[in-house]
């Protein structure tokens, strides 16, 4: 039994490597040239920055999760940001404004991120508008109710119970990167261990062959919606905690981000292949290259020149290789 336990095992850590080896060799290629620029090199190779890069990127691959199964279904979840933005000053007004507890609080952030992604399902599953459409409504909505809340302003909370969840440690580990895992690990399982799983990849791939094949596609496209918005709620609330308020502007480009994850994850864009591997090698591309680009101090304009550029070109890549099954 230990013997076929061992060899599952073997088979599924060579399956990684085989299927995420050219972006592995770029996540290993940037760790080596920050490693050794002379501007990054001291503050790079650290055990405090790891953890500062793991704890940036967790709200990013928190989204991610949702936002490959969203583009293997073949669609796009342009709200994500503005749930964020919005779940956390709710959450945060909770306990400044009404005195709730800050588990009560937080419980609303994620509700805030379940009722826009019911309401994205809906909408979708049930109509044939473009998800970018709908999703860019929810992402205007969202994000205007969350300034017309604040007047524009931060809602502070100053307590350390609330600031745990974002910025605290068990062990010494940041609970982000804690809560980042645990559902990573369960977006992993649903995707690759549940008949859910199968029907998603199904649906991206060929959604007239699975409806005949008996596949509720709107049921299938409701589920990952609503699961992205969970996320979404999620993010806020952790995003919330570690700035010690709730922010209308939290979020932003947030949604640009998880996409940039996905992708370089080597998700394909046209739906119906895609691996949450790759989407976590993806975030943790992203989350560097941010973090390198602040230890040379680059111009934040000049950052989102940089990613830009990584978009596009994990974009051609995609498109040159779907080009290339095609033939």
Request: charged residues 10%; glycine residues 12%.
């Amino acid at each position: 039994m230990s013997e076929i336990k061992k060899e599952v095992s073997n088979s599924a850590v060579k399956r990684f490597f085989s299927e995420n080896l050219g972006i592995l060799a770029a996540l290993i290629v940037l760790c080596i040239f920050l490693g050794v620029f002379p501007g990054t090199s001291q503050y790079f190779v650290t055990v405090k920055n790891l953890f500062n890069v793991l704890r940036q990127i967790s709200t990013n691959l928190l989204l991610a999760c949702g936002m490959t199964m969203v583009i293997i279904l073949g669609g796009i979840d342009l709200s994500v940001g503005s749930i964020i933005a919005l779940s956390g000053v709710l959450a945060a007004g909770c306990v400044s404004r009404y005195g709730m507890s800050i588990p009560a609080a937080f419980a609303i952030g994620i509700v805030i991120g379940v009722v826009f992604g019911l309401f994205n399902g809906f909408v979708i599953s049930k109509t044939t508008i473009p998800p970018f459409i709908v999703t860019l409504a929810t992402m205007n909505i969202s994000r205007g109710l969350a300034g017309v809340y604040t007047g524009g302003s931060p809602v502070r909370v100053v307590s350390k119970e609330w600031q745990w969840i974002g910025a605290g440690y068990v062990s010494g580990i940041p609970v982000p990167v804690i809560i980042m895992v645990i559902v990573f690990i369960l977006s992993v399982f649903i995707l690759n261990r549940t008949k859910m799983g199968r029907y998603i990849y199904a649906v991206g791939g060929n959604p007239l062959a699975a409806r005949f094949s008996g596949i509720d596609v709107s049921q299938v496209k409701f589920v990952v919606y609503t699961y992205s918005g969970i996320m979404a709620g999620i993010a806020g609330i952790i995003l919330a905690s570690r700035m010690y308020s709730g922010q209308p502007t939290a979020g932003e480009g947030a949604e640009m981000d998880a996409i940039a994850a996905v992708v370089v994850g080597g998700t394909s864009m046209a739906g119906g292949s895609g691996k949450l591997s790759g989407t976590l090698i993806g975030a943790l591309i992203i989350g560097i290259l941010n973090n390198g680009l602040n230890l040379m101090n680059v111009n934040s304009f000049w950052q989102t020149v940089v990613k830009g550029v990584v978009i596009l070109l994990a974009v051609m890549i995609d498109f040159f290789r779907n080009k290339n099954k095609a033939k």
